[in-house]
């Protein structure tokens, strides 16, 4: 859990590989915003999903949001890969 009163960098890599971030707003309300994108404003129960392929992206909090941040972690996937 985040409780964040002021901007703060995430970074999309977990354990050295790159994954799909979701964050969810708990209380309060912010802006996520990433290299590239457009910044999208959340707020309490809603999700934002930042892909993998983004490298960084930060959170900047409306007044202060609590938030929870998942990852989903991972092998890299191989083109033609089976098991």
Known sequence: ?????????????????????????????????APGAEPVTFA??????????????RVRPQWEVELIRAAVPGDSFRAGYQR
């Open 1 to 33: 859990m985040f409780e964040l009163k002021s901007p703060h960098e995430f970074c999309v890599d977990h354990l050295g590989k790159s994954s799909v971030q979701i964050i969810v707003a708990v209380e309060g309300c912010g802006i996520c915003e």
């Open 44 to 57: 309490k129960g809603d999700a934002v999903v930042v892909p993998a392929c983004m490298s960084n992206f």
